[in-house]
């Protein structure tokens, strides 16, 4: 199976680069048959590194040992099921799980390509199979999953035990799609620009394609926090961590991305800030897969020291540099077809939000390599913390909260003040009646009064929206007011998915700001018996049950949980320790519910027979899991295919062009 898989890993880098040049001469030199013969090549890369990556799994589930790869992340004592999770803890692991998901999105975005960008289309194919042939060479002469040991060891090393639970099949897999997948839209823009096509072309195809990479990337950071606040034991979900902000900032890009793409393919607008828009986005990717391959930047996330830090340097700089200069040629007939109308209209909204999007993620990405800077100029590493994140980027998401309140209200062009005014007039009220209220019951932080009365006024100008479209519809068709609601989100899909997503936003700002200002914690020691008061609640320690295994050794403790005195439930947070890495990793017990969360975790046993525990109450972050689903519902609304109805009226005469039956017609490409 590792000759196997490392022979198809050879045949696929031989097939992109075949693919990606052929794309390029055959389109250059108007072959036709070269180009049709380079997209075959991506069909078939996609199959044979299917094959590579199954040979891959069958070696883990096999406990191939001879393979270093293998030795390295996984031993007998490793369940099964922890198999996937194996595959890609290292880096030349995931460098394949990269490699495999960059083809088959490549396959279906050239299989699915629209109409509109065929005459462009080769030069798109041709920029996606130079990434790919990049990721396959460097697994081919650097990384490569299949290089064998001079020996069999008995047993491997093991997996990281931090790797060990549910999130790990997931979010990893997850965000590092989403964050390949912003090729596939840059390539699109690429495709267009090289094929002179700078119109809205290639609009549709980058559009659906950056919702996706988008939807990947949310999904991958929350099930991330969702990980971070369940097993590392602090009790929190994000820590501004250089590898979390490498994951955060293309978000961020493709966030401003994909608001402005529907500027262009509405009302013609921001041709060219579109380029922009996703050129950062992709070098802000790239950025991301560098920090995680042995980045400069120490991380608890990264996959520590290697060897490949310098070429995804190289490959972020020129991933930067050409698709500028690129651009930079473009520029002379890159011009919009309308101009920017007025300030108070929906194109102006977005394009402020797109200016506070960036700002947020340039400010994150100044704090992540400012250590890098302070070492090379002061030769003192100079680390930036939380503070200075929450200080900075607060304000400005605050900011954002706002206007992504306002925005879908304008309407497109021009709105007038007596429009405006309407429009803002029932949110508005709603937002300062809840900051009141929540002012009165003892909510006094003015950032957390602003944060709720913005999530208020985004949510009541939704339900407005909603409203008012479903109340029209119940009237002019009769339908009742569930099938009109229904109807009238398949009408506009797009629009109402976006505020579906909008939703989840709001859920997680929720989440975010409850747990950040009015969380409570207590770090204590307690004896068997022993009690400890927070908030509302009273903890007893029962007891702890010590469980050996082959590779760690488990403490699984009871408390018991009263509220007025009487016994609620019982948690039973774990620890366990790992010799082999010297490392504990903990399962937090969690009573969840929408107003707030009991977290109980162990944070050492003592030889006394005691037990460390980190106790907090952290209000609201229930929503911040919740808004996971409500983001997807809200994407694939966004996503799913409206229904286009044409009348072909019945000819009066016969149509001599037109194929009478049993005849064969024109053919169609």
């Known amino acids: 199976m590792a000759d196997l898989g490392a022979i198809t890993l050879w045949i696929a880098l031989a097939l992109s680069s075949y693919s990606a040049l052929g794309s390029f001469v055959g389109q250059a030199r108007g072959s036709v048959e070269l180009v049709i013969s380079s997209r075959r090549a991506v069909y078939l890369t996609m199959l044979v590194l299917l094959v590579s990556t199954l040979s891959l799994v069958t070696l883990f589930i096999n406990r191939d040992f001879e393979v270093a790869y293998v030795a390295g992340h996984s031993d007998l004592a490793m369940p099964d099921r922890f198999t996937w999770v194996a595959f890609y803890a290292g880096n030349e692991g995931s460098l394949l799980y990269i490699a ?39 697994m081919g002469f650097m990384a490569n999953p299949f290089d064998k040991l001079p020996f069999v060891p008995p047993d491997g090393d093991g997996i ?118 996703i050129n950062v986005s992709f070098g802000l990717a790239l950025y991301g897969m560098f920090m995680n391959r042995g980045g400069p930047v120490p991380s608890v996330h ?46 102006a909204a977005f394009l402020v939000n797109n200016l506070l999007l960036l700002g947020i993620a340039f400010v994150t990405l100044w704090g992540s390599v400012y ?42 062009r021009r709105a007038t003040s007596a429009s405006l005014r309407r429009a ?5 009220f709603v937002a300062l009646g809840a900051g009141a209220a929540l002012f009165v019951l003892g909510v006094h932080k003015p950032y957390a009064l602003i944060g709720f009365a913005l999530g208020a006024f985004v949510t009541t100008g939704i339900f407005i929206e909603w409203g008012r479209g479903t109340i029209s519809r119940h009237r002019s068709s009769g339908d009742t007011y569930p099938i009109a609601f229904l109807r009238l989100l398949a009408a506009n899909r797009p629009r109402y998915g976006g505020y579906i997503v909008h939703l989840a936003v709001v859920m997680v700002s929720l989440g975010v700001v409850g747990t950040s200002f009015f969380n409570e914690q207590r770090d204590v020691v307690l004896g ?39 016994l609620s439930y019982t948690l039973e947070p774990q620890r366990a320790f790992y010799p082999d890495f010297n490392m504990a990793s903990t399962r937090a017990a969690i009573r969840s519910t929408p107003v707030e969360d009991l977290f109980v975790v162990p944070s050492e046993n003592l030889p006394d027979g005691s037990v460390g525990f980190r106790i907090l109450v952290n209000p609201l972050i229930w929503w911040m899991w919740v808004a996971g689903p409500v983001l997807i519902l809200g994407t694939l609304v966004s996503l799913w295919p409206q229904q286009v109805r044409t009348t072909v009226p019945a000819p009066s005469r016969i149509d001599r062009s037109l194929p009478t039956p049993g005849s064969r017609g024109p053919e169609t490409v």
């Open 528 to 566: 068997l018996g022993e009690t400890v008061r927070i908030n509302d609640y009273e903890l007893r320690y029962m007891g702890t049950v010590e469980d050996a295994k082959s590779n760690r050794t488990e403490f699984r403790s009871t408390v018991e949980v009263y509220r007025d005195g009487q």
């Open 160 to 277: 990281n035990p931090l790797l060990t639970h549910f999130g790990m099949f997931i979010h990893p897999p997850i965000l590092m799609s989403g964050l390949i997948c912003a090729s596939v839209p840059f390539a699109f823009a690429m495709g267009s620009l090289l094929g002179g096509k700078t119109g809205d072309e290639w609009v549709d195809a980058g559009r659906m394609w950056g919702i996706i990479a988008w939807a990947l990337l949310a999904c991958g950071l929350l099930l991330g926090s969702w990980w971070a606040y369940t097993i590392l034991g602090w009790g929190g979900f994000w820590f501004w961590d250089p590898v979390e902000n490498a994951g955060l900032m293309p978000w961020l890009g493709l966030t401003a991305f994909i608001h402005s793409i529907m500027v262009q393919k509405r009302r013609g607008m921001f041709r060219m800030w579109n380029i922009v828009l």
């Open 302 to 347: 990264s996959f520590g020291a290697s060897s490949l830090g310098w070429v995804f340097l190289l490959f972020l700089a020129v991933g930067v540099l050409i698709p500028f200069a690129i651009f930079i040629w473009r520029f002379p007939i890159l011009k919009s077809t309308q101009t920017l109308d007025s300030m108070l209209s929906r194109e």
């Open 371 to 412: 250590p890098l800077i302070s070492r090379l100029i002061a030769e003192e590493e100079i680390t930036i913390a939380r503070p200075f994140y929450d200080q900075v980027n607060g304000p400005l998401f605050l900011a954002l909260l706002l206007l992504m309140g306002i925005g879908p209200l304008l309407p497109w």
């Open 100 to 138: 495999f998901s960059l083809a088959t999105m490549t396959a279906l975005a050239i299989w699915r390509a629209p109409s509109s960008v065929r005459d462009t289309l080769p030069y798109t194919t041709g920029v996606l199979m130079l990434v790919l042939a990049f990721f396959l060479a460097v």
């Open 424 to 428: 803002l007039l029932a949110p508005g």
